[in-house]
């Protein structure tokens, strides 16, 4: 399988415990993508990678999240102290950073915080 | 007001119907302009994609963009059943040479197609 990856499928967990996602992307894209998604609304974007480098994050990303890249390779989307509100769908995405390069998302991975 | 809006229905049309998709869009440093097809407990698949002002055709899917307007449109002849699924309009400023990248997303449309 050449597309996105992402791990694990489903989360369940209790308000307040940490979680880690994993996402690969198809292996020659050297940006990669993090976007979350709400029941019955759209993807937002979080964040973004180019290679090792975190070049953007949005304002929605609070103090309790972080992701890494830290060989340019897979990534991480880590969620401190995990609330009710966090509960959504984490799509992972990838592409080349040349012009025009379309962006390719993962299934992405279900959180639900009880 | 979000950025971009998206009726999301949700549409239920006859199989064979012509299907027509919009949104409209406050940003004028938007673009690139996108559609994508999401299924159930599935990642968004690229459908379509358009940049600035235009038309273009690939199959049964037509993609139209008004940028005078911020108006972009989907339309899908001789829908299937198999058309069922979530659609969502994804526009971007190419800000940091992300082009396609970092996009901003409708609401999503629920399109049934029954037989």
């Known amino acids: 399988d050449t597309g996105v990856s992402q791990n694990p499928r489903h989360k369940i967990t209790k308000r307040g415990q940490n979680v880690t996602f994993r996402c690969d992307p198809i292996?020659?894209?050297?940006?990669l993508y993090w976007y979350r998604q709400t029941l019955g609304q759209g993807p937002e974007f979080l964040t973004y990678?180019?290679?090792?480098?975190?070049?953007?994050k949005s304002r929605l990303l609070s103090d309790r999240f972080s992701a890494e890249r830290p060989k340019g390779s897979f990534s991480t989307l880590e969620i401190q102290r995990t609330e009710q509100g966090d509960s959504a769908m984490y799509l992972c995405?990838?592409?080349?950073?040349?012009?025009?390069?379309?962006?390719?998302f993962g299934s992405g991975t279900q959180l639900s915080v009880l | 007001q979000k950025e971009v809006e998206q009726d999301p229905g949700p549409l239920s049309v006859p199989e064979g119907a012509i299907v027509s998709l919009n949104c409209t869009y406050s940003?004028?440093?938007?673009?690139?302009f996108m559609w994508y097809r999401q299924y159930s407990r599935k990642g968004p698949e690229l459908l379509m994609y358009?940049?600035?002002?235009g038309n273009k055709e690939d199959g049964r899917f037509t993609a139209q963009v008004d940028k005078s307007s911020k108006y972009i449109s989907l339309f899908i002849r001789d829908s299937q059943p198999s058309d069922s699924a979530t659609y969502l309009c994804?526009?971007?400023?190419?800000?940091?040479?992300?082009?396609?990248?970092?996009?901003?997303f409708g609401q999503g449309t629920i399109l049934t197609v029954h037989p």
């Open positions: 995405a990838s592409n080349h950073a040349r012009p025009n390069e379309k962006l390719f």
């Open positions: 994804a526009m971007s400023s190419n800000a940091g040479g992300t082009s396609y990248g970092k996009l901003t």
């Open positions: 940003n004028s440093a938007f673009q690139y």
């Open positions: 990678f180019q290679n090792e480098a975190q070049l953007e």
């Open positions: 358009t940049y600035s002002s």
């Open positions: 292996s020659e894209h050297n940006r």
